[in-house]
């Protein structure tokens, strides 16, 4: 006889925010870091030296690492989960 263990979504499935799935890399931690001040996207690449839309590119990448649907959700991911001296 064969016994068959289910699982419900909550179990099987990351919460949105989890880093199951894939870590962000340095560069998209520093990201998510500045999207967690209220930075723009041109404010971001002012800051970091690079164009606009590597930044929407990089808060793209966050955004599917993390399940998220938006620039809000990275910022309060950001502030709940990176360090002090990563913010």
């Known amino acids: 006889m064969c ?3 289910r ?4 179990e099987s499935e990351p919460e ?8 962000l890399t340095r ?7 500045t999207i967690g001040e209220g930075l723009t996207s041109a404010q971001i690449g002012l800051r970091l ?4 839309r590597t930044v929407d590119s990089h808060a793209e990448h966050i955004r599917n690492k993390l399940r998220l ?3 809000a959700q990275i910022a309060a991911w950001a502030v709940r989960a990176l360090s002090p001296g990563e913010r």
């Not at 949105?16 to 870590?23: I, K």
């Not at 560069?27 to 870091?33: G, Q, Y």
């Open 69 to 71: 649907h938006s620039r």
């Open 49 to 52: 030296n690079i164009a606009e």
């Open 27 to 33: 560069r998209e931690r520093t990201i998510a870091a």
């Open 7 to 10: 699982t419900t979504s909550s």
């Open 16 to 23: 949105p925010g989890d880093t199951v799935g894939g870590q």
């Open 3 to 5: 016994s068959h263990v």
